[in-house]
């Protein structure tokens, strides 16, 4: 597909358990953004790779999250030992060149801790 | 911790009616952008709008940034079920250049 894809598209974690979450990029899209948005809320900022450099992860809420682009485009997002306070739709978006271009957004994987 | 505050939450209006959603800030945006997001699907750009002052218009859709680019409102003409969704501002902060700052969101539902 042309789109940004995003995988699993929902995740039931049990509290304690680490997850992965895997976001496609559009093809060729130099900058990816990872966003949290909590229910009824609008996305929260995680953080942000240009190719493979993250440049920004002033968002991610604890030292339990954790994101990588190795290759510059397919990206992770890793969460341990996941609390009930981590249930949210994790988005990600992807733009042609840095952060001032279109984001594109993906469908979002909700993760819900139990 | 958002920086920008929507109003209202929510609305429900009949097909035909218009409307209004206003999108506040006490800090100044270099830029601001309007999305529309439903169920199950990410967020799509609508319009993003630069300079204080500016207006721009999408079919039934206005879209206005304040003079001092804190504040912003969305006007729907005549609003079509199809409008039904999830409308959200967002900015970049002068200071935080790639930071996407989100709206709390304003769900609107249109019925026939």
């Known amino acids: 597909g042309a789109g940004v894809s995003q995988s699993p598209r929902y995740k039931v974690a049990k509290r304690g358990q680490d997850v992965a979450l895997r976001c496609d990029p559009i093809?060729?899209?130099?900058?990816l953004f990872w966003y949290q948005q909590a229910l009824g809320q609008g996305p929260e900022f995680l953080t942000y790779?240009?190719?493979?450099?993250?440049?920004?992860k002033s968002g991610l809420p604890s030292d339990r999250f954790f994101a990588e682009r190795p290759e510059g485009s397919v990206s992770t997002l890793k969460i341990q030992r996941t609390q009930q306070e981590d249930s949210a739709v994790y988005l990600c978006?992807?733009?042609?060149?840095?952060?001032?271009?279109?984001?594109?957004f993906g469908p979002g994987t909700r993760l819900t801790v139990t | 911790t958002q920086l920008l505050e929507q109003s209202p939450q929510f609305l429900s209006i009949q097909e035909g009616e218009n409307l209004t959603v206003y999108c506040n800030s006490s800090?100044?945006?270099?830029?601001l952008q309007w999305y529309r997001q439903e169920p199950g699907e990410g967020p799509v750009l609508l319009v993003t709008?630069?300079?204080?002052?500016e207006v721009k218009k999408l079919k039934r859709l206005t879209f206005q940034f304040g003079d001092a680019r804190k504040d912003s409102s969305l006007h729907i003409t005549a609003a079509q079920p199809g409008d039904t969704g999830l409308y959200l501002c967002?900015?970049?902060?002068?200071?935080?250049?790639?930071?996407?700052?989100f709206g709390t969101g304003t769900r609107l539902q249109v019925t026939l």
């Open positions: 978006a992807s733009s042609f060149r840095d952060f001032s271009y279109e984001q594109y």
């Open positions: 093809s060729g899209h130099v900058s």
């Open positions: 790779f240009q190719n493979e450099a993250q440049l920004d």
């Open positions: 800090s100044v945006f270099s830029s």
């Open positions: 709008v630069v300079t204080g002052g």
């Open positions: 967002a900015g970049f902060h002068t200071g935080t250049a790639s930071k996407l700052t």
